[in-house]
C-alpha cells in the first residue's frame, strides 16, 4: 500500500475574513462545534494510507494553536509547522518534515472542511496512476476579465476548471517541484509541478468542496454539511433503520 502525508495549510492571514486575531481566524471558527481545520483533519486521520500528518501555522499564532488544540493535536498525532511568508513557503516548510518512506504527499487547504472519503479516494487513486492528481469543478458562469472596474474582455470557459485541494504528487516530483519554484508565484502545487513540464491529471470535484474566505462561506459550509455523501454505518444498514424503510415509504 501506497504511504500518504498530507499538509494542511492553515497559515493564511484570514484577511478577507476580516480576522484581526488568531481565534478569529477562519480555520479556528468552529463549524457545528468543531473548529474548520478540525473537521479538514478529520477526513484523512483514519485512512490507512495516511501514515503521516501536518499542519503549518503563522509563526505568530503558534503557540496559542498549540495550547489552544494540545489534546486534538496529541490524539491525532499532527506535527504543528511554522509557515511563511506565503502560502508556497509554508508548504515547503512542511515539505521539509515529510518523513523518507512517504510515497504521496496531499496538501489541503484547512479551510475546505467539507472534504470526504470517497472524493480522497478517487484523488489518491489518480495519483497514483499519473504521479500528480487535482480535484476541480467546470467554471459555469460567464468570465470577465476586469480592469479598474471595467470589463476588458469576456473569456471563453470552455475547458476553465476551479482548482480544487487536496492537491496529491509523488514526494520526489513535488520536492523537485519546489526545489525548482524560484520566483514562480505559485498559489497551488498544480502550478509548480506543471512549471517542470509533468502532466497533473484533473479529477472532477464536487461543487460542496468549497473553501471558507468570508463569513458568508462559514455561513455556506454550515448548510452543505448535511448535503455531504454519508458513508453507510452499521445503524444505517439495519433492516430496520430507516435507510432499509425506503422501500415502504415508496408504496
Known sequence: MAKFAVILAAAGQSSRFGATSPREKKVFQELKGRAVWLRSAEAFQNREDVTQMLIVVSPDDLDWFQEKFQPNLAFMDIDVIAGGAERADSVQNALAKVRSDIDYVAVHDAARPLIVKPWIDDIFAAAIETGAAIPGTPISSTVKKVADGRIEKTVP?????????????????LL???AQRGSLPATDEASLVENLGHPVSLVEGSPLNIKITTRSDLKIATAFLDLLPKEKTLETLHPFADDGLDWLKAK
Open 176 to 178: 523537485d517541484a519546489y
Open 157 to 173: 470557459r470552455t475547458g476553465l476548471y476551479a482548482a480544487q485541494t487536496p492537491q496529491v504528487v509523488r514526494r520526489d516530483l
